[in-house]
């Protein structure tokens, strides 16, 4: 079972909301790649997505509202 560090994730966005979002939007884009490229995903998007945001790969920028409260 894929089980990443939720505090690691938390450090740079303000909520959990945040966080969903910017891995969903992530792993849309990941699919939408690998359709254009006619590539075979063997492993799951959100699982990639995951990964990339742990590594600091993928930065997940929040409006200026947000980060201030």
């Known amino acids: 079972m894929f089980n990443p560090d939720l505090k690691k994730m938390l450090n740079n966005v303000n909520s959990r909301y945040s966080l969903v979002l910017g891995t969903a939007k992530r792993a849309r884009e990941i699919r939408d790649e690998a359709i254009e490229k006619h590539e075979i995903i063997d492993v799951k998007t959100v699982s990639t997505a995951i990964d990339e945001i742990c590594d600091g ?10 980060k201030t409260k």
């Open 57 to 66: 790969k993928y930065v997940i920028e929040e409006p200026e509202e947000l």
